[in-house]
């Protein structure tokens, strides 16, 4: 077996960067002093031009395709506003994303619902109001495709392999990974993607996302608001999750582990030609 | 060996409940039904008597103790407000908790800093105010205990186990699991918890809290708000939770399966009493 993994990864985690793990000391059951890298875990404040909008906690990489993720996917910046910058400054740990004319999203703020718990940090309601009428492009999936995905994506080197405790996301195409990030929280890590994908212009409607993570309400609600067609976790599901999957045409599956699976939504789109 | 799991419960899951899990239709790799049960997720919008102060995604199980501890631990509600209702509106999904004179909550929602992700949905910077000085009791953990709790909480019906996706918390006291709550937030779950003792008056000095959900700095916060020494997961540690809690005195441990554990802070108050 050749021993290059995801030759095709335009963007992958980068686990030996600086800043992203820290050396804590830990013992173990027996008192032994073990050699121990964590994630760090640190507060980004997002604001739209002069609007301070959201703090997150993130582990630290790719702070503008963040916060341009995540007003994409709060519905906060459009398709059709025009970004005139993104200003990161590490020191205050802020990043300013600024557009050519004011958004809508003093109005949105002004209902102040926020979710909470692990599907939190957004305005549900906005996001639920994206998904009236939508319908997702019909995706064929080749289980064959997602059983190489699911190999391929675990073996690249990552902060999950290097420090556990964090989530991935990874936006692929057939077989192929092509972006892969990770993040303490695992809406950041769709958030990152979804900045990248507006920023390189990248068309959803060919490709597949996976995650980590559990199959939420929010998370399903992300991926069909990018417009990506079929969703794949090793985690499982909610229900709220299942029926907004059902209802805008997202094909999703979970609990992929090996050659095992199971779909909940978008059946009719997988195509069996994994070898059994 | 006796059947009878964890006789100590005080609060337990109650996974055959009805409305906190839903059948849904999957099949599995080989396109064959498989029948399967996933837990809700509903919408709960909490108020602090007039004012809307957050929507959280939850399972739907004890709104009210959920929402008191919400508020609790965003210290919103500060333990001598004297809180003269908690109204659940199952059918408008609102519970709303009525203190004997107004809070100073609406200082608090102006500076409008929220965070977001997985460790999400809670005004930050207000939890972190609450570390300044704190110092929590000491308390020995004695390791036998530790795997006599993981053991106990791992076989104790849950909706973990009838329907996965979703995350505990067990209040503990020695080997004795006292209070476990259940929610598709991590943080939901903690704030279940902290709604219970506040309601029932448990005093939290010779606790232990145990969570299957990741050691993040929100968590670790969280934990130490309510008084609670020792903190103990099956799931790894962010940097930031683990400097926290060395500040403030917390026992902190992590990656706890069957013998094997990982101490990060207040090793020294550990007594290592297992079994080999």
Not at 56 to 77: C, I, K, S, Y
Not at 166 to 194: M, Q, S
Not at 243 to 251: F, I, K, S
Request: glycine share 10%; charged share 20%; with cysteine.
């Amino acid at each position: 077996m050749a021993t290059q993994l995801a030759p095709s990864l335009l963007v992958a985690p980068d686990p030996g960067a600086p800043g992203l793990t820290a050396p804590v000391e830990a013992r173990d059951e027996t008192g032994a002093p073990v050699p121990l890298r964590v994630v760090e875990e640190r507060p980004l404040t997002i604001y739209l031009n002069a609007r301070e909008i959201v703090t997150a906690m993130t582990v630290g990489d790719h702070p503008e395709w963040l916060a341009l993720g995540f007003l994409a996917n709060q519905r906060m910046l459009r398709p059709e506003d025009a970004v005139t910058g993104v200003d990161f400054d590490a020191e205050l740990g802020v990043v300013v994303v600024r557009t050519a004319r004011e958004t809508d999203h003093e109005a949105k703020l002004a209902r102040a619902t926020r979710t909470s718990g692990c599907a939190v940090g957004t305005v549900f309601g906005d996001m639920m109001e994206g998904m009236a009428g939508l319908r997702l492009p019909p995706l064929e999936v080749r289980t064959s495709d997602l059983m190489a995905l699911s190999q391929a994506i675990n073996r690249t080197p990552s902060l999950y392999l290097e420090a556990g405790a964090i989530h991935g996301t990874c936006l692929c195409r057939g077989a192929e990974p092509l972006a892969y990030f990770e993040d303490v929280g695992r809406h950041n890590a769709v958030d990152k993607l979804a900045g990248w994908m507006r920023v390189t212009g990248t068309v959803p409607d060919d490709k597949v996302m996976y995650t980590t993570g559990r199959l939420t309400s929010e998370m399903v609600i992300k991926c069909a608001a990018m417009g990506i067609p079929a969703l794949v976790s090793r985690s499982g599901f909610t229900a709220w999750g299942v029926r907004v999957a059902q209802e805008v045409g997202l094909t999703v599956i979970g609990r992929l582990k090996g050659r095992r699976f199971l779909c909940v939504a978008g059946e009719e789109r997988l195509v069996r030609d994994h070898a059994p």
